[in-house]
C-alpha cells in the first residue's frame, strides 16, 4: 500500500474519533513512525503531506537526518541513552522519552536552546517497559527546576498490546490525570500541554481519550 492511501484511512479514523467526542482535528499531530522502513519510505510519507516523523534509535534518526535534513518535524520516540544525547540532541524537536534526572540534565548540557521532551510514565506498569511510575511523575516534574533548557511539554506511554478497550482506556485516561496534575502545579517550565499515547492498534481509542500526538508505524508506512 502507498502511505497517502494508508493515510487517508488514517485520517478517516481520527476523524471519526475526533467527532465522537467533539475534538478539534487540528489539535493533534500524526506522527509517522520510520524506525523499521527506508529512507525513501520516509521521504514518500513527507510528500504524502506527513509533517512528523519519528525514530526510535539515534543511528536511524542521523541516517534519515543526512538526506531529509529538516523538511519534517523530528521526534525521537525510543528509550535514549544518556551518551547518545549529544548524537541527536541538534536535529530533534521533540524526545519523548525523559525518565531520569541524569537525562534530563545531559538534554540541559547539550542543548543550544530549549528541547520540548515529553516524560515517559509506565501507566500500565508492564516490565519490559520503561518509563516513570505514575506516582513518581509530580516529584519528578519538581526536580527539573532550574535546568532552563529542558520543556517539560507532555506525557507520554505506551499502553499494553491488547484488544481489550477498557482497560486500553484505563491506561490513556490515566495518563490524561496525571496531565491534569502536572499542569495544575503552574510552571513555566512544565506546561504539559501535549499527550503522546496511541500506536497502530489503538490510535482511534487514545484519540477519543485525549491524545494530542499518536506514534503509527505499521498501519502508515509499514513494516
Known amino acids: 500500500m502507498k502511505v497517502i492511501d494508508n493515510l487517508k484511512d488514517i485520517q478517516m479514523n481520527i476523524e471519526k474519533a475526533c467527532q465522537k467526542v467533539d475534538r478539534d482535528l487540528d489539535g493533534i499531530k500524526l506522527i509517522a513512525v520510520t524506525k523499521y522502513v ?4 520516509a521521504q514518500e510519507a513527507l510528500e504524502a503531506g506527513i509533517v512528523h516523523l519519528g525514530e526510535n ?9 543526512e538526506v531529509l535534513k529538516e523538511e519534517p518535524v523530528w521526534h525521537f520516540i525510543g528509550s535514549l541513552q544518556t551518551r547518545k544525547v549529544k548524537n541527536i ?10 525518565d531520569r534526572l541524569s537525562l534530563a540534565e545531559e538534554i540541559n548540557k547539550r542543548a543550544s536552546q530549549s528541547v520540548n521532551c515529553l516524560i515517559q510514565v509506565n501507566v500500565s506498569g508492564e ?3 520503561h ?5 513518581e511523575v509530580i516529584p519528578f516534574v ?5 535546568l532552563e533548557k529542558v520543556t ?16 486500553l482506556r484505563g491506561c490513556f485516561r490515566q495518563l490524561k490525570q496525571l496531565q491534569e496534575k502536572v499542569q495544575q502545579l503552574g510552571l513555566a517550565y512544565a506546561p504539559c500541554q501535549e499527550l503522546s499515547m496511541g500506536m497502530s492498534n489503538d490510535y482511534a481509542i487514545a484519540v477519543e481519550e485525549g491524545a494530542t500526538m499518536i506514534r503509527i508505524g505499521t498501519a502508515l508506512v509499514g513494516e
Do not use: F
Not at 534509535?57 to 537526518?65: A, P, Q
Not at 519538581?142 to 532550574?146: T, V
Not at 511539554?153 to 484488544?163: D, R
Open 131 to 135: 518509563g516513570l511510575h505514575p506516582e
Open 152 to 167: 517539560v511539554c507532555g506525557l507520554m506511554t505506551m499502553a499494553p498490546l491488547t484488544n481489550d478497550e477498557d482497560l
Open 142 to 146: 519538581q526536580q527539573l527546576e532550574g
Open 57 to 65: 534509535r539515534d543511528e536511524g534518526l542521523l541516517k534519515k537526518w
Open 89 to 98: 540532541i541538534d536535529h530533534v524537536s521533540y524526545i519523548h522519552s525523559l
Open 127 to 129: 516490565e519490559s517497559k
Open 38 to 41: 527506508s529512507t525513501e519510505r
